[in-house]
């Protein structure tokens, strides 16, 4: 394929062209892949670099580059309700593309930045990208201690990073970092060099396969092409983030609820005080199912109806219509805060009560169901809707905008705590 020129590049965000039908068609075989293998990988908590690549080279790490340069020219609702689908197979490896995505569409909304044409010939490539950007022990979350230095026309990144998502799995890591003049700068680091240490010391309870642990860096080289003003990152980034996280609890929820009515269909003994002496046709344990699919059918159409809202951002962006953007920015937030708190909360009454439908066998390692609420849980905990439900009462009753926006790089939503 052809270089695309510039003006080619000014519509990287133009006319999402995809069908979701046929992207699912496309994607649905892989993910079965990924998911027979899950329950193992999850009780040996071994790593999914097969299924990365998998996907990878079935073009998902592409999902939103247009199709003129190779992608599948998705909209962002399609992404995240893919990423849902994704999710539902292997939670750990759906959250792993979180920062891969995420920069992708930092190029898409940068056209005119001469390195965005670099990295959409190492995206064709299946070059793929990992995180770090907060660090553990600081005080705010925008204390960033990580400093970025240059000398002798070669620029070197020093610091420390926690919930470094998708580092194992990478080949390049977007750092953030402050430079000389104490700016905030995201750099493109690549991975496999002698200044960069990824470790596997990731300790939650879930999400155990995500290679969220630390990564150090002593003077590893950024990238020519990777030096990027924080403020300067697309407007909706932390929307984005957080959005990747509840497509995965989405997919999570949709996957107990799977294997919890499976599980009552083939369940052969009834407690005594049951309503009937088969499980399958209790009609108590028929209505918790009942009530499970509801907040499955909950959470999807949240999900659905919130990230839709994030391609009205784009569109607005794309025209250069500031006015509209912000606009969108603040029916985004809020939709947004308000899919976290009806997401989360159905992915963990699913993942919980679907063992009120099932018996004490249930509990056995051997058929994994804790992973459901292991993963949810870890997930949820990354960004605690308390706080986003109080900024949506101040919204509602006093017309406060909720706070965010262009300034949401200083903490990318959902990066841990």
Known sequence: MAAPTSADLRSLLAHPDADYDSLAATYRPVFDRIAAGNPARERAREFPYE????????????????????????????VFLLLADLGAADPNVAHIFRNHLAFVEDRLNSPDHPATEVW???????????????????????????????????????????YATGSL????????????????????????????????????????????GSARYRDAVVDEHGLFPAEERFAYQGLFYQTALLAVLVGIARAAFGDGARALHRRPRNYPLGTDEIPARDALLQQRIGLL?????????????QSAT?????????????????????TATVR???????????????T???????????????????RHWRNARTLASHNP????????????????????????????????A
Not at 310 to 330: F, K, W
Not at 339 to 350: D, G, K, N, Y
Not at 392 to 415: E, H, K, M
């Open 51 to 78: 299924q990365v690549r998998l996907l990878v080279d079935a073009g998902f790490s592409r999902l939103r580059i247009p199709r003129a340069h190779g992608g599948d020219g998705a909209t962002l609702q399609q």
């Open 120 to 162: 959409l010939d190492r995206f064709r490539r299946g070059e793929f990208v990992g995180g770090g950007w907060t660090e553990a022990n600081n005080a705010k979350f925008g204390d960033i201690g990580t400093r970025i230095s240059t000398a002798e026309g070669i620029t070197r990144l020093t610091g420390e990073k926690y």
């Open 169 to 212: 799995y990478a080949d390049w890591l977007d750092v953030i970092g402050r430079d000389e003049n104490d700016r905030l700068i995201t750099a493109l680091v690549a991975r496999d060099q002698p200044g960069v240490t990824l470790i596997d010391d990731w300790e939650g309870f879930g999400q155990q396969t995500t290679a969220s």
């Open 293 to 305: 699919a509801t907040r499955v059918f909950q959470a999807e159409a949240a999900l659905e109806k």
């Open 310 to 330: 994030l391609d009205v951002v784009a569109r607005a962006h794309l025209r250069g219509d500031d006015q509209a953007e912000e606009q969108a920015l603040v």
């Open 336 to 350: 947004t805060h308000e899919a976290q708190s009806v997401i989360i909360e159905a992915a963990l009454e699913v």
């Open 352 to 370: 919980t009560t679907v063992f009120d439908a099932l018996g004490a066998s249930a509990t056995a390692v051997s058929a994994g169901l804790d």
């Open 385 to 416: 809707r308390v706080f986003k439900e109080r900024v949506l009462g101040d919204y509602y009753v006093n017309g406060t905008p909720p706070p965010g926006g262009s300034n949401s790089f200083l903490r990318p939503q959902g990066q841990g």
